[in-house]
């Protein structure tokens, strides 16, 4: 037989071979399933097409799914202080406001405006002793510019604090009261208003309106002499302090100072007020001064100080507040 006989017989037997193979034992995969199942398998055990350790060919694209599936991106660590994820509520802190000092000054005089009412002189007496002293509050914008205050000096001696320094905390939205006894001590307390500033018509024939609101502050501080005061503002002409003292986990009462307006109430409608609205501080008017020919009010001492040392300052504020 001729080698050519020889080399056709071997190739129709190789065909005869594979045809038997496909009929039996089903069709043969594609290559594309092929293709597909090496990918699966990168996915799932991250290797290459032979499934040794050795890393896949560079040249050879890697799945996205890898990266999407990745235990090492859907956990990763949250970042305290950054910007992604959401930091847990014990781990958040409260970043100070950088307030302007005017806009800070308006803040505060705009929170302590309902208790301006106690401005001016006033009689107060001390219930345990039932001795008496006479009090003075004015606005105090002189002590700390961006903080101003409405102060308190006694005349004379005092039985608990010679003068009071009342002012509100923009930031942490809290009105702070500093108390200075006759030795020089200081008392820092802290607090906001259980009652509400209301105004009520009153009992004259007028019906002038009678302001009321508690304001409870608490000595800040870990000392076992803490105190604790309610300021009670009963009506226009009348307010009490109620002083309490730490005894175990409760404060209890020691005392409390009344005080009656020196002279008559007055009214607490702004409209009321007209040509007498104070230039600084808004209140009741009960002093004029006097700027480049022109009278102004203000409505105690501390406001009269400021004006005299600033004038353009106020009466630019004023103008713009009577424009609005």
Known sequence: MSNFTRRCGAL????????????CGGSAEPETNRARTKDLGQITIETNELGDDSKPSDHEPKPSAVKEDSPAESFAPVKLGGGGGDTPSSTKTTAKKNIPPEKQLDDVKKALKPIQVVLGPWHAIIDKTKSYEDLQWVWDWKTDRAQPALAMAAKGDSEYFKSARLTYLVEDEKFQMTLTDKEGKQRV???VFTEEPTDKPGDDKKQTPQRTFKLLLTEIGDAKDRWQIVMNQQHNNRYLLELA???????????????????????????DFKEKTCVISQGLGTMQVSHKGKSYWVCCSGCKAAFEEDPEKWIAKFEAMQTK
């Open 12 to 23: 129709l037997g190789s065909l005869a071979v594979s045809v038997w193979i496909l009929g």
């Open 245 to 271: 003292r730490l005894r175990g986990k409760s404060f209890v009462r020691f005392d409390t100072i009344g005080s009656q307006r020196e002279g008559t109430s007055f009214a607490l409608d702004d409209s």
């Open 189 to 191: 307390l802290q607090g």
